[in-house]
């Protein structure tokens, strides 16, 4: 095809460029260094020997140390080029789609399609709008190696990319942008591409919000332009009513959990933060419009009620009006800020909605339906859906916060030793304290430091939501949710400040301003879930709670944690039954639960395609909204683009609208219960065969210290957060994005498959059978499908021959283990191809395996490097040399994680 030839030129043109800028920066001495290594990096991919290892070996070593960071950096720069080839190549095949009669696959029309097959009508349609939804929570998982000022670098890159493909342009035109990209290249090369000094939390926070302001604000009005039209197209009726089906959240500046630089008062600025956005990007708007809606009130007159909310007569009431509410969004964001105003100001974003709803209808009954359609519809979307928030900031903290802020409220109001209580105890204590409007936080009293923090959060949540509106923060989650206290110690805590209450006294309706979410991480807990929320289904205070929330209940799950708990096949099943069996309790008692998915960018924490993900959902997770977080390098994959971010919303959301519909239509999962009792017989047996290896194998932990990067990601300076929850060095104790980051720096990328090989070769020697009925399940079942096709892309990213390099740096050990390791992925594979029926893997994802199979050559310079560098300093060198190694180390992560699209 005419757009693979235009892939290959784009990334030619910056290969060349490139070389060019590699030549007029360093010298050609780097640029030989490069090439030459280049060469036999690719004939080690071609004939794997001993031979071609050992002269790619050689190469790496001859590179002199004051060559060494440049070379390094010329493999990492191109593979950011790469990626905005790709990046452009996706924008370009979509376009090619449009111009055709083609419906592309998860687009908004090929959805409605598959309804309206379904015999789901105008009123199922509607209904169905109005049940979903899918909210996409941007975390500050340091999980994005690259910094903002090489991001904002390769946006100027890519759009230079894409105007090149404008078939308008002469040849000097042409010339003239490879010149401008030519200088990016330069800028990009000259910028330092690892931090200095620790991100803090308000940068993550303001990193977050470059996305709204720079892409979202416009692209979610777009999209939900996108699903109307499709909707009217494909139903012929434009009367249905399309609500705002997508929003957006933020954990950045909420999320304490292990983080102590998260404190009440960088919750309070984050607010402010969003709110000062909000209002920003509205008076931004509004001088806009102010320069398009001209009409007169001589050519076509206006209402009477516009023209009385006016200070003064004029001929062009439109632009006087939003000089006027321009003025007062001014004196909005001055009062916020506590400054003196003088004049009028908005209370809270209906105010504004009502100025906007005045002008759209003066504007349709004087014959400019169309203006108002053009340039206040969109606008009127943007207010009503991020208000003066901006997006909804969670907030999450530990458990074990809670747990002794609650013992200590008890304990100076005489209410016992909340400790020494068993778990009965504490639920009826903290039920009746609930029930009843007195209060137990003693203003006068001077409680600990943790305690008091811990209520300051609710307090500055009640203050926020009297300042922004309750959407500025509306979920607080609970990490490591193993008990119904937990949840109720959080509502005991949100009463003592406010946010819960019986202002009409305790046997009417409670005011309840705080969705309690807990989030269930382990294997452990996960099994766990059904019983404590049927126990909190069956509190009557809490179902009183509940009933103030419309009978909605969320619920988090933590597939990382999970993950690495369990390893990949158990954490997959244990996720997905759990939510069965959540579903199934919340139904007895008429509760209907919101799923909060805690994925990551990385195929080990639940990463991957994520319409897939969505579509592999039990049926009826999907009936009501979905929840999912973005992190790290995902947020910058998906959103850096307007084009990029426009297909990826629909893609997401048009795969909810399917997947809900599956319930609504009459089909079931009869058939995945007949399959659910052999997967779980896999589970457990990966479950045994993966605890075996990294829990029970006393030499995995030193070979995972030892053969991968561990200790250096720590130092990349790309989170607010520490790395490990204490100083322990047990994998129990590390966070789960190093633990995946640093198996994918080594291509052992092991959380995302070990185990599956040594499970399904034991089914198949009870049953041999079995291999057919797991082909169906491939076939048929979305959530099957879905779990193959991720393993196929971690074992096809994974990468035995480099892994191998990292291996020897454990001597002995290594070689044992890594042993192992190659068995068992060899068994994955044969037993994935097997299943599949593929004869390699990713044949049903060409365009993926031919990018992994691009990038393969030019990573494994940069494995060696890090080999080579973490050897060294790993022996007794001095101070100063350990650092320079440090920083070269850090540059082969930053372009190891470019290459392969992954960090944690």
């Known amino acids: 095809m005419q757009t693979d030839a235009s892939l290959h030129r784009d990334i030619r043109i910056l290969g060349d460029l490139l070389g060019e800028v590699v030549v007029e920066q360093c010298g050609q001495a780097v640029f030989d260094h490069v090439e030459a290594i280049r060469r036999a990096a690719k004939a080690f991919r071609q004939e794997p020997t001993q031979d071609t290892r050992a002269a790619l070996q050689r190469l790496v070593e001859s590179v002199p140390g004051d060559m060494r960071s440049d070379t390094i950096h010329a493999f990492s720069v ?56 899918i909210e996409l929570i941007l975390t500050a998982h340091p999980t994005e190696a690259l910094r903002r000022t090489v991001l904002d670098k390769h946006t100027k890159i890519s759009a230079l990319l894409e105007a090149m493909d404008d078939p308008r342009k002469t040849s000097r035109e042409l010339e003239q942008l490879r010149e401008h990209i030519r200088t990016e290249i330069i800028a990009v090369w000259q910028t330092r591409s690892v931090r200095k000094k620790r991100i803090t939390v308000i940068d993550e926070v303001r ?23 499709a909707v009217e197209e494909t139903y012929g009726d434009e009367n249905i009513d399309v609500p705002a089906l997508i929003r957006f959240g933020s954990w950045m500046g909420g999320d304490r959990d292990g983080n102590p630089n998260v404190t009440h008062d960088i919750t309070a600025e984050t607010l402010k933060l969003h709110f000062d956005l909000a209002l920003s990007k509205y008076e931004e708007r509004m001088h806009e419009l102010a320069r398009n809606l001209s009409p007169s009130v001589e050519r076509v007159g206006a209402d009477a009620e516009l023209m009385a909310s006016l200070a003064e007569p004029t001929d062009e009431p439109y632009r006087a009006k939003i000089d006027s509410m321009i003025e007062k969004l001014q004196n909005t964001r001055k009062r916020v800020h506590g400054q003196v105003i003088s004049g009028e100001d908005y209370a809270n974003p209906q105010a504004l909605l009502a100025d906007v709803d005045m002008m759209i209808r003066s504007l349709r009954n004087h014959r400019g339906e169309r203006l108002a359609g053009m340039y206040l519809e969109p606008f009127r979307f943007q207010v009503n859906l991020f208000g003066f928030h901006m997006l909804t900031l969670d907030v999450r903290q530990h458990s074990g916060v809670h747990e002794h802020a609650v013992a200590e409220l008890f304990d100076v109001a005489g ?12 639920v009826q204590m903290l039920s009746d304290c609930l029930a009843s409007p007195r209060p137990i936080r003693n203003p006068y009293h001077a409680y600990d430091e943790q305690t008091t923090e811990a209520l300051a959060v609710f307090d500055c949540i009640r203050d926020g939501q009297a300042q922004f509106g309750q959407a500025c923060v509306e979920d607080y989650l609970i990490s490591m949710t193993q008990g119904t206290s937990d949840l109720l110690e959080v509502l005991l805590l949100a009463k003592e400040c406010g946010l819960f209450g019986w202002p009409d006294g305790p046997t009417d309706a409670p005011q309840s301003r705080l ?30 709670h509940l009933a103030a929330h419309g009978n909605f209940q969320e619920i988090m799950l933590g597939y990382s944690d999970s993950n690495k708990d369990g ?23 008429d509760v209907r639960l919101k799923f909060f998915h805690g994925r990551g960018g990385a195929l080990g924490r639940g990463g991957g395609p994520i319409e897939q993900s969505i579509l592999a959902q039990p049926t009826g997770a999907l009936l009501s909204h979905v929840k999912i977080t973005e992190q790290g390098e995902v947020i910058s994959q998906r959103y850096s683009h307007p084009g990029i971010a426009e297909r990826s919303l629909e893609s997401a959301t048009a795969a909810v609208l399917v997947g809900a519909t599956r319930s609504l239509d009459g089909q079931t999962d009869d058939a995945a219960q007949a399959w659910s009792a052999l997967l779980a017989e896999a589970s457990q047996l990966s479950f045994e065969a993966y605890r075996a290896f990294v829990f029970g194998d006393e030499s995995f932990l030193d070979y995972f210290h030892i053969a991968t990067p561990v200790d250096e990601i720590g130092k990349l300076n790309i989170g607010s957060r520490p790395s490990k929850r204490t100083q322990s060095a047990q994998i129990e104790d590390l966070r789960a994005i190093p633990w995946v980051f640093s198996w994918t720096q080594n291509r052992h990328l092991l959380p995302a498959w070990y185990g599956f090989g040594l499970a399904m070769e034991q089914l198949l020697q009870k049953d041999s059978a079995t291999l057919d009925r797991l082909q169906e399940m491939y076939r048929e079942w979305p959530f099957f499908r879905t779990l193959i096709d991720n393993l196929q892309m971690a074992l096809a990213k994974a990468d035995m021959l480099v892994a191998r390099e990292y291996a020897y740096l454990a001597g002995d050990t290594g070689e044992r283990l890594f042993a192992q390791i190659e068995q068992e992925y060899n068994r994955s594979l044969k ?59 850090l540059l082969t992560i930053n372009g190891i994680a470019a290459g392969l699209r992954n960090t944690g």
Not at 112 to 128: A, P, S, T, Y
Request: aromatic share 10%; with cysteine; net charge negative.
């Open 78 to 133: 191109y593979f950011q080029l790469v990626n905005l080839a790709e990046q452009n190549h996706r924008l370009r095949r979509r376009r090619v789609y449009e111009k055709t009669e083609q419906v592309q696959r998860g687009t908004f029309e090929e959805a409605l399609v598959k309804l309206k097959e379904r015999d789901i009508d105008k009123h199922g349609l509607e209904q169905v709008l109005h049940e979903v939804g």
């Open 207 to 229: 990193n977050g919000l470059y996305f709204l302001d720079q892409i979202l604000f416009d692209v979610l009005p777009q999209v939900h332009q996108k699903l109307a039209h």
């Open 515 to 544: 969705n309690v979410v807990p989030l269930f991480e382990t294997i452990e807990d996960l099994q766990a879930a059904p019983a404590i929320m049927t126990e909190l289904f069956a509190n009557p205070v809490y179902r009183r």
């Open 415 to 426: 209410l016992g030793d909340y400790h020494l209580m068993d778990e009965a105890e504490r």
């Open 831 to 889: 037993l994935v191809l097997q299943i599949t029926g593929y004869a390699e893997l990713l044949d049903n994802k060409p365009v993926i395996q031919a990018s992994i199979q691009l990038r393969n050559p030019y990573v494994d310079p940069l494995s060696f490097f890090q080999v080579r560098l973490l050897r060294q300093m790993r022996e007794d060198v001095d101070e100063e040399t350990k650092q320079a190694l440090l920083a070269d180390v």
């Open 567 to 589: 390893g990949y096949l158990t954490s997959n099943w244990s996720l997905y039954t759990a939510q069965c069996a959540l579903l199934d309790a919340a139904k007895s008692y």
